[in-house]
Nanobody, 114 residues
Framework: QLQLVESGGGLVQPGGSLRLSCAVS????????MGWYRQGPGNQRELVAF???????NYADSVKGRFTISRDNVKQTVYLQMNSLKPDDTAVYFC????????WGQGTQVTVSS
């Protein structure tokens, strides 16, 4: 059964850090490009970062130098380390798996506020 389960969201003060995790089951994880997207209040869903099956990475300009995406093919998990968080990073963060078809998790809320 295909599942993408995000965790690690929460409330953090500006300048703080969070680490999101997305545990995947039901697919051959190593084949998939894994991505993190986010959707803030009143905004469209946007790409934050992705990592290919070959571990190449790409980031949105707004998070470059602050966020790091990584993957563990043994644990079938993708991570998003988020540092120096800003209020504009507040959003629901979604995990995505893409290889021929695209699959989504349910999302985890990240709120950056003092």
């Amino acid at each position: 059964q295909l599942q993408l389960v995000e965790s690690g969201g929460g409330l953090v003060q500006p300048g703080g850090s969070l680490r999101l995790s997305c545990a995947v089951s039901g697919i051959t994880f190593s084949r998939y490009t894994m991505g993190w997207y986010r959707q803030g209040p009143g905004n469209q869903r946007e790409l934050v970062a992705f990592i290919t099956s070959g571990a190449s990475t790409n980031y949105a300009d707004s998070v470059k130098g602050r966020f790091t995406i990584s993957r563990d093919n043994v644990k079938q998990t993708v991570y998003l380390q988020m540092n120096s968080l800003k209020p504009d990073d507040t959003a629901v963060y979604f995990c995505n798996a893409y290889w021929q078809l695209s699959y989504w998790g349910q999302g985890t809320q990240v709120t950056v506020s003092s």
